[in-house]
Nanobody, 123 residues
Framework: VQLQASGGGLVQAGDSLRLSCAAS????MGWFRQTPGKEREFVAA????????YYTPFVKGRATISRDNSKYTAYLQMERLRPEDTAVYYC?????????????????????WGHGTQVTVSS
């Protein structure tokens, strides 16, 4: 499975950004982020059908995860970005299985990872 993340860059606080992750099939998808010296942390996830989505509290209300299954692509739209959102963002895919709802927030809940895309938010 190949995952190709894109859309990162340098933005100013308050700006918006959309990250994309193209997969080579239909999977549950998630976004995580990581800063130096810290563990990878969950940001958002969406089921393979798109019927359910999940968010971590620190982005809820500022982020929207969506997907286009005709393109096997998931998106993370982030609004009102803050300097503390600066991180490498990773997309991940999980094979469709019934226990995704119990593990979507954990890195071990995913089978495949893409290369990260850097998001830098300047103050």
């Amino acid at each position: 499975v190949q995952l190709q993340a894109s859309g990162g860059g340098l933005v100013q606080a308050g700006d918006s950004l959309r990250l994309s992750c193209a997969a080579s099939g239909r999977y549950h998808m998630g976004w995580f982020r990581q800063t130096p010296g810290k563990e990878r942390e969950f940001v958002a996830a969406i089921t393979s059908s798109g019927s359910k989505s999940y968010y971590t509290p620190f982005v809820k209300g500022r982020a929207t995860i969506s997907r286009d299954n005709s393109k096997y692509t998931a998106y993370l739209q982030m609004e009102r970005l803050r300097p503390e959102d600066t991180a490498v963002y990773y997309c991940a895919a999980a094979a469709p299985r019934s226990d995704f709802s119990g593990h979507y927030y954990e890195p071990r809940g995913y089978d495949y990872w893409g290369h990260g895309t850097q998001v830098t938010v300047s103050s």
